[in-house]
């Protein structure tokens, strides 16, 4: 099993759709949760962190489970501008180690 | 803003040449990374310092691959004998200062390779 494993893309949504990507990760042990976006031919830019008891920020909600090893990302009422890839990063095993990364989900937004 | 320089952002070289890449994180940052990022892929960890102690190293940095921290500021990746395999997108990271448990990283833009 892959370290972190995402949707397979691409997902191709009408402006104002709802959309979600999940994700799993394979260590248990892992403590630290993010999405990060990345646009084409640029670096990745944190989007937002994942806590445990899910978290909020405007459109972008994200939720954590545990006992599943399971992330998700949700993003209401899609704009243009979300068009990018997402990607889940888990940490590998304790705090300080290495981020791991998917291989991240494309979204593309159309009007 | 992100706080990381990169140098240089592009560099095309032939195979066999020796490449060396460097990440100036603006302000003092005690973590640092190294990742390589090819097209339709994640970033793929490659090694990490704390201040200038190499403290983790990916199965993936072969023994052509060095990377040092010397003064625990900026940070050189070297890749020697390039190969056309080792063409990628090379990214810096630095970890935030924060709680450790919740450290996300924060990427310079990169220095995108060429090995022809």
């Known amino acids: 099993r892959k370290e972190v494993e995402q949707d397979p893309g691409p997902f191709n949504v009408p402006e104002g759709a709802t959309v979600a990507f999940n994700c799993t990760y394979s260590n248990s042990a892992s403590q630290s949760f993010f999405w990060y976006r990345q646009d084409c031919r640029k670096e990745p830019k944190l989007l937002m962190s994942v806590y445990s008891s899910g978290n909020e920020d405007g459109r972008f909600t994200a939720q954590l489970n545990r006992a599943s090893q399971y992330i998700s990302l949700l993003i209401r009422d899609s704009k243009l501008s979300d068009s990018a890839t997402y990607l889940c990063?888990?940490?590998?095993?304790?705090?300080?180690?290495?981020?791991?990364f998917g291989k991240g989900t494309t979204l593309s937004v159309s009007s | 803003d992100t706080g990381v320089s990169q140098n240089p952002r592009h560099k095309i070289t032939k195979r066999g040449q020796n490449v060396t890449f460097r990440c100036d994180p603006i302000?003092?940052?005690?973590?640092l990374y190294w990742y390589r990022q090819t097209l339709g892929q994640g970033p793929e960890f490659l090694t990490y310092?704390?201040?200038?102690?190499?403290?983790?190293k990916s199965r993936l940095l072969s023994d052509r691959f060095s990377a040092e921290r010397p003064k625990g500021s900026f940070s050189t990746l070297e890749i020697q004998r390039t190969e056309q395999g080792d063409s990628a997108m090379y990214l810096c990271?630095?970890?935030?200062?924060?709680?450790?448990?919740?450290?996300?990283?924060?990427f310079g833009n990169g220095t995108r390779l060429t090995v022809t």
């Open positions: 990271a630095i970890g935030t200062p924060t709680v450790i448990w919740d450290s996300p990283l924060h």
């Open positions: 990063v888990v940490n590998k095993e304790q705090a300080g180690t290495a981020l791991i």
């Open positions: 302000s003092e940052h005690n973590r």
């Open positions: 310092f704390q201040n200038e102690a190499q403290l983790e």
